[in-house]
Nanobody, 124 residues
Framework: QVQLVESGGGLAQAGGSLRLSCAMS????????LAWFRQTPGKERDFVAS????????YYEDSVKGRFTISRDNTKNTMYLEMNNLKPEDTAVYYC?????????????????WGQGTQVTVSS
């Protein structure tokens, strides 16, 4: 059974940085396209960034382009999200997700496996 575990969330000041990690267990991560989504209370889970199985294709939500970088290390079965120049509006619970079939990079419902989420809070 595939499991995802996020880590690295916490409190940062506006303009600061955080690095999230998502560790996969149960199967090799190279079989999966991966993504980060985020969610605030009362709202739907929003796309942040996604990365293909071989890391050659990435997508970003417009508001994080130039500030966030998604990457993966399949030898460690781990995905990362480097977040720089953080803004208060980045405050959310961040989830990593995996899908093993046809890739719809930005659609949450197409991802099969989800982590438990990690809280990111950015103070102004």
């Amino acid at each position: 059974q595939v499991q995802l575990v996020e880590s690295g969330g916490g409190l940062a000041q506006a303009g600061g940085s955080l690095r999230l990690s998502c560790a996969m267990s149960g199967r090799t991560s190279s079989l999966y396209n991966l993504a980060w989504f985020r969610q605030t209370p009362g709202k739907e889970r929003d796309f942040v960034a996604s990365i293909s199985r071989n890391a050659q294709t990435v997508y970003y939500e417009d508001s994080v382009k130039g500030r966030f970088t998604i990457s993966r290390d399949n030898t460690k079965n781990t995905m990362y999200l480097e977040m720089n120049n953080l803004k208060p509006e980045d405050t959310a619970v961040y989830y990593c997700a995996a899908e093993g079939g046809t890739w719809y990079p930005r659609i949450a419902s197409k991802y099969d496996v989800w982590g438990q989420g990690t809280q990111v809070t950015v103070s102004s």
